[in-house]
């Protein structure tokens, strides 16, 4: 079993963001992917990072550990205005390649409406460059959120629909997770002439 760290970047409390990570680790738990021990939700809305740089670095010690621990990370990202909130944005400004590197990361973008597709953009851009993150190729956008993943009842099409494609995405996912961990072992991150991406 992996042990999995989900992401969510919401600065909100309650957000749908959260739901949507409550969500997937449920899911991974019952596809016997991840167990409850192993598996935790980072959320900015209730415990937020403050921004960095800051002398005071509030929940971060914790989420270090958990991500540090973590052999595959799930970044849920909202989109607010076109583009990835500024929680999700001040994470990665915390965490590096000691936290995430050559790690895989799945990509979910959440939107309220039909968008959700800019924060993964976005974050494919610059997300990655100092902490080696390794997004997969695949990524889950989750449209019309109010209306999707409330619970075990599906209410509609499009909600059986994209229960279907976050099956599929995490069941790639944690194949990347299980084949990344020797990766990861073989690669000296310590290189100080090298310590921040190109």
């Known amino acids: 079993m992996l042990n999995i760290a989900l992401v969510a970047g919401s600065s909100r409390r309650n957000s749908q963001s959260a739901k949507v990570a409550g969500f997937l680790r449920q899911r991974l738990i019952e596809l016997g992917l991840t167990s409850t021990e192993l598996s935790s939700v980072l959320d900015l809305g ?4 403050p921004l960095w740089p800051a002398d005071d670095n509030g929940p971060w010690n914790e ?23 500024p929680a999700i944005k001040n994470f990665f400004l915390y965490a590096g390649k000691a936290e995430l590197a050559h790690k895989p990361g799945l990509l979910v973008g959440v939107s309220s409406g039909i968008g959700g597709a800019y ?7 610059s997300g990655y460059k100092n902490c080696r993150l390794c997004y997969l190729p695949e990524h889950l956008i989750v449209r019309h959120v109010e209306k ?21 995405a995490l069941d790639i996912f944690a194949k990347y997770g299980e084949a990344l961990k020797p990766v990861r072992a073989a690669i000296d991150i310590d290189q100080p002439a090298f310590a921040t991406g190109m």
Do not use: C, H, K
Not at 46 to 49: A, D, G, K, V
């Open 119 to 125: 924060p993964i953009s976005e974050l494919r851009a």
């Open 148 to 168: 999707v993943l409330n619970g075990s009842d599906v209410t509609s099409d499009d909600d059986q629909r994209l229960r279907n494609r976050i099956d599929f």
């Open 63 to 85: 989420y270090q550990q958990q991500l540090q621990a973590a052999d595959a990370v799930v970044i849920i990202a909202p989109e607010w205005n076109g583009m990835a909130g």
């Open 46 to 49: 209730e415990r937020p990072l």
